[in-house]
């Protein structure tokens, strides 16, 4: 962590408040895209962002340095208030994905990857926002980011052996839908 | 067109994150006046001011204001409550202080109750009480005074022929109102009253096998003319058994009545004082 960003927090702590806007300049392009990875509308985005800060400067008293850095403090609560508003808002369309899924067999096991193409990245594309919206999340905590495992179990509230799991499942599913995809532009 | 382009899973899968990461970041930009909502939102919305560096959100203790009230203050409106609640009854030493109003009301009925049930009724003198109103309702007893003569109330009656006149195997009947005879008194026997009349054949003359009876008068006629119900003035005999058998049935469920209305009322009595009662004994 910044020596200038943990002097910020003590200020801020200390009783200056207009010192967080300075915080919100600093990472609220990346909180955008990160909100953005697994929300769609944009307007759910912007209100989920602000949400979020907000959130941050109430408990920023809970803030432990020493356990995560700000920004991933930050996607942590910011995670958390996105499941508060989608799941209010309903579009987490969580049984449209699971309907989806239903109908794909686990007989794939990703060989196809092996030949990956332009196309069969744009694919995976199409494919990752056809997942829920926390499987898009882990996905893009995972590859887009590269964060580590017990960064990713921090931000989502999980743990590294469960998201494990979890990714290995998305990477079946991904397989079958774009064999799916494909046999449909045939 | 497809390539020969070898991409490892994890590398299509990295590639294809990135790109979806700056589509969407490029279809959701973050917008400009950002920190100006935010800062608005907290200026608005949050009130309570953060703690000091270095303290918990659980560790932040929060204050509860409530107002100050001197012991002395405390007493006295204890005391008004108290006092309100007792205005029924008024504030003596004798009185217990841990007793309500509504406790005190409620105990009279029970001492009424008592008073009235400190002789127990035995199932004797309900039968008597009964008796009498069932003679009242009945309205066998005439109600004229028991003070009139008697031979004025016989001369009411038609002839009555002599049992030599019916000859044997032939029933005789006094007439007159059923009642002629019987309110001479509750107590009296039959016997004497029939005695105090002046025309009144004797069984002796009557004979064998020829039964008197005491009823309305009517045509004498060869069968037996049998009396209608209502008519008979007196229990007869052997209907007394069954009758005083019935009134006493009827004294016995007066009295469970009441027994049980008097448990109900100890019941009632003893949930308001919080006591516990022993389970009656079934006397049967």
């Known amino acids: ?186 | 067109m497809k390539t020969n382009d070898n991409i490892s899973t994890e590398d299509a899968l990295r590639k294809a994150m990135q790109r979806r990461a700056q589509r969407r970041s490029a279809e959701c930009p973050a917008p400009a006046d950002l920190e100006d909502l935010v800062m608005q939102r907290i200026t608005s919305t949050v009130k309570s001011p953060l703690p000091t560096g270095g303290k918990s959100h659980h560790d932040r203790s929060y204050r509860l204001i409530i107002p100050v009230v001197s012991a002395a203050a405390a007493v006295l409106i204890g005391f008004l409550l108290w006092q309100h609640k007792e205005s029924p009854t008024a504030i003596t030493p004798e009185t217990d202080a841990a007793k309500s109003p509504s406790l005190a009301t409620q105990e009279m009925p029970k001492q009424q109750g008592n008073e009235k049930e400190a002789q127990p009724v035995t199932v004797e003198q309900a039968s008597q009480e009964h008796l009498l109103a069932v003679k009242q309702k009945e309205n066998v007893v005439s109600q004229k005074s028991e003070t009139e003569p008697l031979e004025q109330k016989i001369a009411g009656l038609t002839i009555v022929p002599t049992s030599a006149d019916l000859g044997p195997g032939v029933t005789m009947r006094l007439g007159g109102s059923a009642d002629t005879l019987a309110h001479k008194g509750v107590d009296e026997p039959l016997e004497q009253k029939i005695a105090s009349l002046t025309v009144v054949p004797t069984p002796a003359d009557l004979g064998p096998g020829v039964t008197m009876r005491l009823g309305k008068p009517c045509p004498i006629t060869a069968g037996v003319e049998p009396l209608q119900e209502e008519e008979v003035s007196p229990i007869p005999a052997d209907k007394q058994a069954l009758a005083e058998l019935y009134l006493a049935e009827e004294a016995l469920q007066v009295a469970y009545e009441r027994r049980a209305v008097r448990e109900a009322v100890r019941a009632y009595t003893a949930g308001i004082k919080g006591e516990k009662l022993p389970k009656p004994v079934i006397a049967f």
Do not use: C
């Open chain 1, 1 to 186: 962590m910044q020596a200038d960003e943990r002097e910020l927090i003590q200020d801020i702590l200390s009783g200056r408040t207009e010192a967080f806007g300075q915080l919100v300049r600093q990472h609220g392009g990346a909180l955008t895209s990160f909100v953005a990875s697994f929300v769609s509308q944009q307007a759910d985005v912007e209100e989920v962002v602000q949400q979020a800060f907000v959130a941050a400067f109430e408990h920023l008293g809970q803030y432990d340095a020493n356990r995560a850095s700000f920004q991933t403090w930050l996607w942590r609560i910011a995670h958390h208030t996105a499941l508060k508003h989608l799941t209010r808002r309903r579009q987490f369309f969580i049984e449209e994905h699971e309907q989806a899924a239903q109908n794909l067999t686990d007989d794939d096991d990703g060989s196809m990857f092996e030949q990956a193409t332009d196309s069969r990245v744009r694919l995976l594309e199409y494919a990752t926002d056809q997942l829920p919206p926390d499987d898009q999340l882990l996905l893009h905590l995972y590859y887009a980011e590269e964060r580590s495992l017990n960064d990713i179990a921090y931000i989502l509230d999980s743990n590294a052996n469960a998201l494990s799991s979890r990714l290995y499942r998305i990477r079946q599913r991904l397989a079958q839908l774009i064999k799916h995809f494909e046999h449909e532009d045939e």
